[in-house]
């Protein structure tokens, strides 16, 4: 008889699942943009802290954003066997009918919360939904096309902030832009990492059909093009504040191509991705001098 984890290793086995580190970050973004990019200055703090609307509508985001990792882990069990064997959870602590319904239930709520926010909202959720499922199912497994999807749906989380609150729009895209640009370079470098136990599965992933060495060509004109086209921006938006925002993080930018340059081990392609979440979270600190 197979003996039944403990209630513990239960919970943090799910809060492992559905990754409340990177919930936590979204949470944060969220309520950043609100305070920093969308509410005037001199705004009440505990107002927008307080605002009903931002509540549901982070919580909206955050349910089908762990649904979305729930279905994923689902779909990748055999392949994360390999490629990560110590961050299974689907299998171990989790039976996979009890993930699944936990998909479902999150999705559920997620839709019917933005539902009563906005039609529009609502329908950024039903989309993202659905993305999630056919990138886990499918699109994860393509060249180039399961990177937008991931990188789209990161700069959903601050373009659905746009759609509601229809507040400094232009702030908004940029850093949504940002969101997008970083996500996508990271989901590139994840898939350099895994190409080993993704290759057996027959997944065509860019490093699995173009190599390594024209996969990081690659990156290095997007990581370019994407630096000159937010000065371009913010030179259009004549914001001196982004411009120096945006020198500051060429620091970290050219560390990063640096580091890919002489990247050659899963082990350097994982310090990688980790250094583009720190990006990330400098980006996003940024938003408090925009």
């Not at 492992?16 to 979204?26: A, D, G, H, P, T």
């Not at 961050?87 to 559920?108: D, E, F, P, S, T």
């Not at 499922?133 to 373009?159: C, D, E, H, I, M």
């Amino acid at each position: 008889m197979t003996r039944r984890p403990p209630l513990s290793a239960f919970i943090v086995g799910f809060l492992r699942l559905i990754r409340v580190q990177n919930l936590l970050i979204v949470v944060l973004t969220q309520y950043l943009a609100r305070l920093c990019l969308i509410d005037p200055p001199g705004s009440s703090l505990l107002r927008a802290l307080l605002d009903p609307a931002m509540l549901l509508l982070t919580f909206s985001t955050v349910c089908i954003a762990a649904a979305g990792y729930i279905i994923n882990d689902y779909f990748d069990v055999k392949i994360d066997i390999i490629n990560k064997p110590e961050r299974v959870i689907i299998g171990r602590y989790l039976k996979r009918r009890v993930a699944m319904g936990a998909h479902q239930v999150l999705n559920v709520v997620g839709c019917v919360v933005g539902l009563y926010l906005s039609r529009w909202v609502f329908l950024l959720d039903v989309l993202s939904v659905t993305l999630l499922w056919f990138y886990s199912a499918n699109f994860k497994r393509q060249p180039f096309v399961g990177n937008l999807v991931v990188a789209f749906l990161t700069a959903l989380s601050l373009l659905v902030l746009a759609v509601y609150y229809r507040q400094n729009v232009d702030l908004l895209l940029i850093y949504a832009s940002f969101a997008f640009v970083i996500t996508l370079v990271r989901e590139i470098i994840k898939d350099m990492e895994d190409v080993r136990g993704d290759a057996r599965f027959g997944c065509r992933t860019l490093p699995i059909i173009w190599g390594i060495r024209r996969t990081k060509t690659f990156l290095y004109v997007l990581i370019a093009s994407f630096i000159a086209t937010l000065f371009i921006i913010a030179g259009d938006l004549g914001n001196r504040h982004l411009d120096l925002i945006f020198l500051l993080m060429l620091a970290p930018i050219a560390w990063l191509v640096y580091r890919l340059v002489r990247a050659d081990t899963k082990r350097d392609f994982g310090y990688l991705s980790q250094l583009c979440k720190i990006i990330m979270l400098l980006g996003v600190g940024s938003m408090i001098w925009a």
